[in-house]
């Protein structure tokens, strides 16, 4: 260590602390012999601390101090009353007249004795008091309530010598707690902080050091040729300096635009649409039959006003197909669901319950001459859930389809495992599921090391011929996945929570890593 280049960049302020420390090591010691503020003090012991000069250590000391009731006492009411009675009865008010206390306190005294055994009360037309044998000896006797008052100082500061508690012992405690229940006493608990030069600290103060250094160079400096006459403050460029808080974007927003580049290289191109559809685009268009539970309120936000469902329109042309689809399986090969299909029900407003909704819509304009061809989005998507750690009732959902008439699953396999190998996962598990708008279908499941258990992040298959047909117009093999967003990320952020992710913590947001592979 450069001593005299340490020197060189001490403060002002730690130039006057550093001198007092060969003597004093208590902080308030310091404070007083400074001639300095106790902010000022504490500044400049804590940049000596950051030098590694001082090391601070803090204790907290519990003293004993009396309460404003018990200041005007010069001694304890009950030695007022035992020092006024004797073995003849006494009244109230001549007890009152001769002690100069208030009822409240002669009352409350009088109980005391008399718990203590000490004294006679005869109840005639007035009460009257009288000294016992055990008064008599309380008389020439202090209680260890009186030992411990005396002892008290009858001041609000602290100072070191005052009574602490942990000096008390077992007896004095007792008489502590019974003086503490009559309001006389409190504890007060201080912080008291001891300076301890470290080797750095010794070494450093054997130097000779000026205290009349120019801390900066201003007009006066210049005008008066101070300069010339005293030496500047050196300055210390690996000093701690307060971080400066840029603005950047939300760490979500970050992650997105990395997951759409990835799609992105990957030949994909980008969808979007509405986050407001009807149950049609949803669910019908996708095989849900309209009795699915996935349609009941308790699972999807529908859009109403006063107990009735808002409708929106459908096409026509379409919606005859997949009338017939759900009715009797239509030209696809499949009986469908046999059932009257509704289309007033498949009118109803809600909050789009996965992007999947885009797909649909896309598959419907697309043509033969289009492909191959392959998509993707990234969209909010909302579910009536229960929050938990792995649930929200609103999301973002990494959406994908491949239109391919030579589409097969491995195929399907590759894209998930290519787009995870880019998110950072060394390993995922692909396993068979049960989808009803796909088939053949997958789950995959990334693992999370803080709760130590695989956890579902998507879902994924081959659009079943009851949605490409009528979609389409003509069949051909659609390889689809929903992917949960939040459920990727929170291995790279280190979230255990995914409820975290919107607190929007602005500590958390200023000192987040940015999203980069």
Known sequence: MDIKGLVDKLHSLERKVLPLLNKYVNFDDLVKNSSLQEVEVMRALQWLENKEVVKINSKEVKTISLTEKAKVYKELPERTILNSLSDKETTLEELKNKTKLNDTEINATIGLLKKKASIDIQKDKTLKIRLNENGKKLVNKKTPEEELFIQIPNHNNYYKTDLTFDQLNDEQKTAFENLRSRGLVTLNIHKERIIMLTDLGKELIKQKIDLNVIESLTHEVIKNKEWKKKKFRAYDIKINVPSINRGKRHFVDQSIEYIKQIWLDLGFQEITGNIVETAFWDLDALFVPQDHTAREMQDTFFIGSKGTMAKGKLPEELANKIKKVHENGYNTGSKGWGYKWKPEIAKQLLLRTHTTVLSAKTLSKLKKQDLPDKFFAVGKVYRNEALDWKHLFEFYQVEGIVVDPNANLRNLLGYLKEFFRKMGYTDVKIKPSFFGYTEPSAEIFAYNPVKRQWVEVGGSGIFRPEVTKPLLGFECPVLAWGLGM???????????????????????????KEFSM
């Open 486 to 512: 939040e459920r990727i990320i929170t291995s790279y952020y280190g979230i255990n929570d995914l409820r975290e992710i919107y607190k929007n913590d602005l500590k958390y947001l200023r000192e987040v």
